[in-house]
Each structure stands twice: as C-alpha cells, then as structure tokens.
C-alpha cells in the first residue's frame, strides 16, 4: 500500500457510507484554485464516485471530455444556444 | 446545452479523480490530459471569438482578442507548470481570485450590454484575460 494511504474494516453499510466519504475527501487537491475548490470539485468528485465502480480508463474519459469541450467550442462558433 | 462548456471543465476533472482512485496514476496520462486541455481551450476560445465576429468590433480586433486570450490561457499554464518545476517561487493563491473577479466584471459588463438592446452579447468587446474569464463568461450568459 502507497505511502500515506488508510485502511478501514468495511463491515456495515454505515462503514461503506464512511469509506465512500474518505475516498471522495482524499480526492481533492491541496493546491486547487477556489474555482476548482467551491464550483467545479463539489460536482467533479461526485460523478467521479458515480463513475468509479465502471472502472473507465481514465484516457477514455479524457477523450470523451476532449469531444465535449470541441462540441462546446463548435456550438458557441455556430452561436447555438448560448444567448 | 447552455452551460456545455462550463460543464465540461467541470467534467474534466473526472479524468485525473479516476486515476487516483484507480491506484498508479501514471505521469504520461497526466501529460495527455495536460496537452489536450489546452487543445480544447484554444478550441473554446476560438469558437467564443467566430461568435463575436459578427458584432461591434472590426474582425481584426476580435482576432486580436482572440489571439491574446488563447496566448495568455497558455501562458498562464505554462506559467505554472515551469514555476513547480523550478520551484522558483509559489504559485500566488489569489491569482485565480484576481481573474475571477476581472472574469465576473467582464460578464457583468456584457450581460448589461445584452440587457440594452442588443439581442447578441458583443463579444468581440470583450476583453477576456484568460480562459478562466471566458469561461466565466460562458458560465454566466
């Protein structure tokens, strides 16, 4: 186990809850802008825990992100849905 | 469809989560994630200055805006990224604050131009000073 990881016996449902929590709290990063801390990380660290148990590869998803953010780009230059 | 692009910025950080929990994460798919995020910032950006061409500035102004908003989202990554690197000095904490508060008064501004009479943002007026602030931009029409 890395350096600096934690362990906890699962046994209930209520130590799932807890566990869940840490994981999501170990998550974010110390040095994040308060954008990325107060708008973006509440949403991010939520879907990402949603998201974990399909166990994407994490460059598939930074592909998938890659499209979006061209699909985005491609709507605001055709001025679709924006004003 | 409205808020697409602050989505995915929100999104975008799905990817280095997953990695993390998905124990090594690995430097070269944090250099892959790096090099297609500024890709699709210039994308952004771009897509943000052809909707402003239309209005209120010569063409060559809006390029020009364009031009300096997509140099500096660069920059000020580049910035970073060489300041850790070298550790040469901290990353200031209140820079994003700066272009928070500069981002949110540009929107402002414009969102006041919208409500004025024209039925299109002026875009191409808008100063963006970073990607941050066209985000916010985008974030707040």
Same mark, same amino acid.
């Given at each position: 186990?890395?350096?600096?990881?934690?362990?906890?016996?699962?046994?209930?449902?209520?130590?799932?809850?807890?566990?869940?929590?840490?994981?999501?709290?170990?998550?974010?990063?110390?040095?994040?802008?308060?954008?990325?801390?107060?708008?973006?990380?509440?949403?991010?660290?939520?879907?990402?825990?949603?998201?974990?148990?399909?166990?994407?590869?994490?460059?598939?998803?930074?592909?998938?992100?890659?499209?979006?953010?061209?699909?985005?780009?491609?709507?605001?230059?055709?001025?679709?849905?924006?004003? | 469809?409205?808020?697409?692009?602050?989505?995915? $910025?929100?999104?975008?950080?799905?990817?280095?989560?997953?990695?993390?929990?998905?124990?090594?994460?690995?430097?070269?798919?944090?250099?892959?994630?790096?090099?297609?995020?500024?890709?699709?910032?210039?994308?952004?950006?771009?897509?943000?200055?052809?909707?402003?061409? +239309?209005?209120?500035?010569?063409?060559?102004?809006?390029?020009?805006?364009?031009?300096?908003?997509?140099?500096?989202?660069?920059? $000020?990554?580049?910035?970073?990224?060489?300041?850790?690197?070298?550790?040469?000095?901290?990353?200031?904490?209140?820079?994003?604050?700066?272009?928070?508060?500069?981002?949110?008064?540009?929107?402002?501004?414009?969102? $006041?131009?919208?409500?004025?009479?024209?039925?299109?943002? +002026?875009?191409?007026?808008?100063?963006? +000073?970073?990607?941050?602030?066209?985000?916010?931009?985008?974030?707040?029409?």
């Amino acid at each position: 186990m890395p350096e600096g990881s934690y362990w906890q016996d699962v046994d209930t449902p209520a130590d799932v809850a807890h566990a869940q929590a840490m994981l999501r709290g170990s998550l974010a990063k110390p040095a994040a802008g308060p954008v990325s801390r107060w708008l973006n990380r509440p949403f991010s660290t939520r879907l990402t825990m949603l998201l974990a148990p399909l166990r994407l590869s994490p460059n598939l998803v930074i592909w998938l992100v890659c499209g979006l953010r061209m699909l985005a780009a491609g709507l605001l230059a055709a001025g679709q849905d924006v004003a | 469809m409205r808020f697409l692009a602050q989505a995915t $910025s929100v999104v975008d950080g799905v990817d280095g989560k997953l990695a993390r929990l998905q124990l090594p994460g690995s430097p070269r798919n944090a250099l892959l994630d790096g090099v297609v995020d500024r890709l699709a910032d210039g994308a952004i950006l771009t897509g943000l200055g052809v909707w402003g061409l +239309p209005d209120g500035l010569p063409a060559t102004w809006t390029v020009a805006l364009v031009a300096a908003a997509i140099t500096t989202a660069l920059l $000020s990554m580049a910035t970073k990224d060489r300041i850790v690197a070298l550790s040469v000095a901290q990353v200031p904490s209140n820079a994003p604050v700066i272009c928070f508060a500069v981002g949110t008064a540009a929107s402002c501004w414009s969102r $006041s131009s919208l409500s004025s009479g024209s039925q299109k943002p +002026p875009l191409s007026r808008l100063p963006s +000073p970073s990607g941050l602030g066209a985000r916010l931009r985008v974030w707040c029409v």
